[in-house]
């Protein structure tokens, strides 16, 4: 079998065994108060869908990035949702609750959104018609490997909540070696296109983190909470997603390594905020106390 196909079938099995192990640990409860906040709603996709994808589009631009490489940036760009929100959220002392709830939301958007997003801008950002995407068909694989998987989680949880507690476990396990695999994988078979990224790809990449950042804060709800959760909700892509239309429709290219390299960037940079935001919330609060 060929080593991109084998990635490609590796990353599906990951999508929709991490999206399984989601549902399973977020109750309808959560995902309703979201949904009834419409003006949490509106603000996360014009923060998630305009703001972080036209950063992108600008920087691509500006950088005069190669044709495949922009298109890999710009599939991680369009794609929000990712399952690292949450728990960098906590870290950084923000809503969890509204955390969980946007990413479930996005997580669920993005199947039908972001591939639509994709024919739009790919012409755009690379100039060239020939890379573009099958919208319809990326759609139904991903309503495939990502909406339904996450409903069947969160239908176990609202059904049967002691099977769920049983499973979440095991199902966060075995989706932390399934990622582990996918990302040693690609690393391996993409690493000398890795470690040709030159310093101003780093540059642009921060600058989109530092972008999205600013675009959740920005549009977040009052509170310094709230405005962490949506920070780092829009922040933080969804690198499961990004793989599979990458590997999907521009197999074993550099569209594929950008994504990934994109993924890995964003999570380094993205656990240091937490954490630097988490270290200044005690101390702000000590500081009102006195």
């Known amino acids: 079998m060929p080593i991109d196909k084998l990635i490609n079938i590796l990353v599906t099995i990951t999508l929709v065994e991490l999206m399984v192990a989601i ?3 977020v109750t309808f409860a959560k995902v309703i108060g979201v949904a009834r906040n419409r003006r949490l709603l509106v603000h996360s996709a014009l923060a998630n869908y305009v703001c972080v994808p036209a950063a992108a589009v600008g920087l691509l631009l500006l950088f005069h990035v190669e044709p495949m490489v922009a298109a890999g940036f710009l599939i991680a760009a369009v794609c929000p949702g990712a399952p690292y929100g949450p728990p960098f959220t906590a870290i950084a002392k923000g809503d969890v609750a509204v955390s969980v709830g946007l990413m479930v939301v ?40 990502q909406l339904l998987p996450l409903c069947l989680g969160l239908t176990v949880r609202q059904l049967r909540p002691s099977l769920a507690a049983r499973l979440l476990k095991p199902a966060n396990l075995l989706s932390t070696v399934l990622n582990v695999s996918v990302i040693g994988l690609i690393l391996v078979v993409h690493f000398p296109t890795l470690m040709a990224i030159r310093p101003r790809g780093f540059l642009g990449m921060l600058a989109l ?78 500081s009102l106390s006195s």
Do not use: E, Y
């Open 209 to 286: 983190v530092l972008a999205a950042l600013a675009a959740g804060w920005l549009l977040g709800m009052p509170g310094s909470g709230n405005r962490k959760a949506m920070a780092i909700t829009t922040s933080v892509r969804n690198v499961g997603v990004g793989l599979v239309i990458a590997t999907s429709s521009f197999p074993g290219t550099p569209a594929v390594t950008a994504t990934l390299a994109f993924a890995l960037f964003q999570t380094v940079v993205l656990a240091l905020v937490a954490l630097g935001w988490g270290r200044m919330a005690p101390a702000a609060a000590a």
């Open 23 to 25: 549902g399973l640990g």
């Open 106 to 145: 996005l997580a669920g958007s993005s199947a039908l959104v972001s591939p639509l997003l994709l024919s739009v801008l790919l012409p755009l950002t690379t100039g060239s018609d020939s890379l573009a995407v099958d919208a319809a068909k990326v759609i139904v694989t991903l309503l495939a490997t």
